[in-house]
């Protein structure tokens, strides 16, 4: 991709399990309330990229206060409220003059979304994917990215589950396009 097309940073957040665990059958493996708020926080006002089983598993559709873009193959798919995208470089480039637009997933939208990302947004859940999970997170390429924060360990009051936030940057200032 030229990268006057696209957008200044390239966020991806998710919450993963220990094992890189993203989701089973549609649906996230842990609801922790305060990743959503942080999740909330950090995407209000902002472009979200997405892929169209991710789109669909959310219960009230297109996420307010936010550009909502759903990535699919199918040229026929229309939603209210949000923009359809055929790829995540036109996703991308649809979403190139807002400087810190976030690829909310899932798996296979991380994975096609790896190689523009300039940081990752992750909460590290300490726990082994359960049984069932089908979805994953790509691998983070320790010579690609640096560990730039990490909060302290959480627990989540309502399942017990340890967590915490980190965030990483890519080492070099610029993506490989
Ligand atoms: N833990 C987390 O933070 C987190 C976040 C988000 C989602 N999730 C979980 O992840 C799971 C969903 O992930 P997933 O990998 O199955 O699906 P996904 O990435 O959300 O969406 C896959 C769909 O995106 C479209 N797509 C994928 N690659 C494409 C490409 N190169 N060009 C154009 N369109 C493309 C296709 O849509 P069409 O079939 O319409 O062509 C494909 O079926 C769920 O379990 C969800 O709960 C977890």
């Known amino acids: 991709m030229n990268p006057a097309d696209m957008p200044a940073s390239v966020t991806l957040i998710a919450a993963v399990t220990s094992d890189g665990g993203l989701g089973a059958s549609g649906r996230l493996l842990y609801r922790i309330s305060d990743d959503m708020k942080r999740f909330k926080a950090l995407t209000m006002g902002h472009t979200i990229i997405m892929g ?10 297109p996420l307010p206060g936010r550009r909502n873009i759903v990535v699919s193959r199918d040229k026929s798919l229309r939603i209210d409220g949000a923009e359809v995208a055929a790829s995540i470089e036109d996703a991308l480039r649809a979403a190139r003059l807002d400087p810190a637009p976030f690829v909310i997933g899932g798996g296979q939208i991380y994975a ?66």
């Not at 924060?149 to 589950?161: H, M, Q, T």
């Open 52 to 61: 169209r089983t991710t789109f669909e598993s959310m219960p009230s559709g």
């Open 112 to 177: 096609a979304a790896m190689p523009y990302a300039t940081r990752l947004e992750l909460t590290e859940i300490d726990s082994a994917s359960p049984i069932g999970t089908d979805t994953y997170f790509p691998e983070i390429d320790g010579s690609q990215w640096q560990l730039t924060d990490s909060s302290p360990d959480l627990i989540d009051e309502k399942s017990g589950v340890k967590y915490r936030f980190v965030s990483y940057s890519r080492k070099n200032s610029l993506p490989l396009h």
